[in-house]
Antibody, heavy 123, light 107 residues
Framework: QVQLVQSGAEVKVPGASVKVSCKASGYLFDNYYIHWVRQAPGHDFEWMGIINPRGGGTNYAQKFQGRITLTSDTYTSTVYMELRSLISEDTALYYC????????????????WGQGTLVTVSS | DIQMTQSPSTLSASVGDRVTITCRASQSISNWLAWYQQKPGKAPNLLIYKASTLEGGVPSRFSGSGSGTEFTLTISSLQPDDFATYYCQHYNSYSRTFGQGTKVEIK
C-alpha cells in the first residue's frame, strides 16, 4: 500500500542542524510532489515547503527561506528535509505528506502522511 | 496567505449526537478544501476533499459542504471511534494553511 515512513526522533542542541528522511513506497515516486509540515506543541500545523521528486524543484515557506533544504533521491524513493540553525521554537513533530492527485502538480490535498518525526531542540 | 478559522476549538458530545464543525477562509477558496482526522500520537488521515467528496473507506456518517469562504464538516451520528481532532486545510497553491483544529471530546 502507499506509505511514507519517516526517520526516528532527534534531539539537537541550539544552533545545530537536523535532517529528517521520508521513504516512499507503494507508488511511482517521481510522479507525486512531497510536502513538509510541522506541528509544534500548542501550535497549528505550519507548512514548510514542497519538492517535486522529478527534477528536485522546490518551493519554501518564506519563514524558513535560508534555513531549510529539501532534497530527493529517486534511487531510494526518499525525500530529505534539512533544517539548520535550530532554536528551541523548532521543537515540533515534523511530517512529510504526499500531494494528491498527481494532476494537481503540488496543489492537491495530502494523502497519505508520514508517521511524524519528533525533533527536540534543547541545550 | 489565506487564513483558515475553525470553530469551535473543543466540542463535547455523546455517542449518537449530530456534530457540526465550521471552517472559514479569509478569502474565497472555491471548493479547494480538505478535512482531516487526527488521533493522539498518529498522523492526520484524509476524510474529505474538494469540500464534499468523501475519501474511499471513510464512513458515510461523515459529510462536508460549503464553497467560497464557509465550510462545514458534519458527523451525522457520532461513534466511539470518532473522538479525535479535526482539521480543515485549503489547497490549490503550493503553500498551505490549516485551521486550528476542533477536538471532539466525550461528554
Amino acid at each position: 500500500q502507499v506509505q511514507l515512513v519517516q526517520s526516528g526522533a532527534e534531539v539537537k542542541v541550539p544552533g545545530a542542524s537536523v535532517k529528517v528522511s521520508c521513504k516512499a513506497s507503494g507508488y511511482l515516486f517521481d510522479n507525486y510532489y512531497i510536502h513538509w509540515v510541522r506541528q509544534a506543541p500548542g501550535h497549528d500545523f505550519e507548512w514548510m515547503g514542497i519538492i517535486n521528486p522529478r527534477g528536485g524543484g522546490t518551493n519554501y515557506a518564506q519563514k524558513f527561506q535560508g534555513r531549510i533544504t529539501l532534497t530527493s533521491d529517486t534511487y531510494t524513493s526518499t525525500v530529505y528535509m534539512e533544517l539548520r540553525s535550530l532554536i528551541s521554537e523548532d521543537t515540533a513533530l515534523y511530517y512529510c505528506a504526499r500531494d494528491f492527485p498527481m494532476v494537481a502538480a503540488g496543489k492537491g490535498w495530502f494523502d497519505p502522511w508520514g508517521q511524524g518525526t519528533l525533533v527536540t531542540v534543547s541545550s | 496567505d489565506i487564513q483558515m478559522t475553525q470553530s469551535p476549538s473543543t466540542l463535547s458530545a455523546s455517542v449518537g449526537d449530530r456534530v457540526t464543525i465550521t471552517c472559514r477562509a479569509s478569502q474565497s477558496i472555491s471548493n479547494w478544501l480538505a478535512w482531516y482526522q487526527q488521533k493522539p500520537g498518529k498522523a492526520p488521515n484524509l476524510l474529505i476533499y474538494k469540500a464534499s467528496t468523501l475519501e474511499g473507506g471513510v464512513p458515510s456518517r461523515f459529510s462536508g459542504s460549503g464553497s467560497g469562504t464557509e465550510f462545514t464538516l458534519t458527523i451525522s451520528s457520532l461513534q466511539p471511534d470518532d473522538f479525535a481532532t479535526y482539521y480543515c486545510q485549503h489547497y490549490n497553491s503550493y503553500s498551505r494553511t490549516f485551521g486550528q483544529g476542533t477536538k471532539v471530546e466525550i461528554k
